[in-house]
């Protein structure tokens, strides 16, 4: 993976919740997912296909 394609993921927890922000660093789009603190993976997984989807739509 070259730069063009790096992301870079955060978390926050909020309660039973946790918000994911995927980020892609060439151009600074930026997509969130939520979903159940225990399944912090399933939300990225979600966050990262959100990203994917809004940088094929620009």
Known sequence: MDSRDEIIVE????????????IHVATGREVSAMGP???PKAVERVAIAKLKRALGAS
């Open 11 to 22: 978390f926050v927890r909020n309660g039973p919740y946790v918000k994911c922000s995927a």
């Open 37 to 39: 603190v225990n399944e």
